[in-house]
């Protein structure tokens, strides 16, 4: 069966430190992956999917960046971190292009 | 351009009674339903979803839906609410099956009395 990970699971990060957000997928090949933000009492913002190695689609303008060095794996970065950046950060997969995402457990990220 | 709509951010029932948590979309093609349950610090759970054929859907711990076209929407509901069923649920809509273009709704708090 399929199973996706995201670390780190909390993260504190200082105004203006950079960050690296990791996600991996498991148990499937060439998925669609995606990064959400969801804040505080607000919903689902998707920031980035691709659906490839090195294929990556902004949906924001934004202190992130997004890459995706392997099939299964996507990662979330920042230079230097806003205080609006924090949130909670979800990673989503997909079989190809149709159907439901399937998420991950998510990183609390707070910006102090 | 599609849309989720869902009434009622929160949404309080006792222990026992039915839940029902509304949404209501808007697609100009035929819509891929789904309902999705957030547990607090946790990723979002499928738990159930609406593609082509029966309209009345059954998933996960009881939860069913009901797709109605004619209202444009795709109520949730369960028959006796449990104490673990505290959670937000979103409802999400992408046309004709599309993953990328899927699109949630804000989201609806549900809280269990006792």
């Known amino acids: 069966s399929q199973t996706i990970h995201q670390w780190p699971a909390t993260l504190v990060q200082p105004v203006g430190s950079p960050l690296s957000l990791e996600c991996t997928v498991e148990?499937?090949?060439?998925?669609?992956l995606y990064w959400y933000r969801q804040a505080a009492g607000r919903g689902l913002q998707l920031l980035f999917y691709s659906v490839g190695i090195g294929q990556i689609s902004s949906e924001v303008p934004q202190n992130l960046s997004a890459s995706r060095p392997q099939d299964r794996q996507f990662i979330l970065s920042s230079k230097k971190l806003l205080l609006s950046d924090s949130g909670f950060y979800l990673c989503?997969?997909?079989?190809?292009?149709?159907?439901?995402?399937?998420f991950g457990p998510g990183t609390r990220l707070t910006v102090l | 351009a599609q849309s989720v709509t869902q009434l009622g951010s929160h949404v309080s029932v006792s222990e026992g009674a039915l839940v029902l948590l509304r949404c209501n979309y808007s697609?100009?093609?035929?819509?891929?339903l789904f309902w999705y349950v957030q547990y607090p610090n946790q990723g979002l759970q499928l738990l159930l979803k609406?593609?082509?054929?029966?309209?009345l859907v059954k998933g996960i711990n009881g939860f069913e839906a009901e797709f109605k076209k004619s209202e444009t929407s795709f109520h949730l509901t369960k028959p006796s609410a449990h104490m673990s069923d505290a959670a937000e649920y979103f409802c999400a809509v992408t046309p004709s099956g599309s993953a990328r273009q899927l699109t949630f709704g804000s989201g609806t708090q549900l809280t269990v009395l006792p």
């Open positions: 697609s100009s093609v035929p819509p891929y």
């Open positions: 148990g499937t090949s060439n998925p669609n």
């Open positions: 989503a997969w997909s079989a190809g292009g149709y159907n439901e995402q399937f």
């Open positions: 609406y593609t082509t054929g029966a309209t």
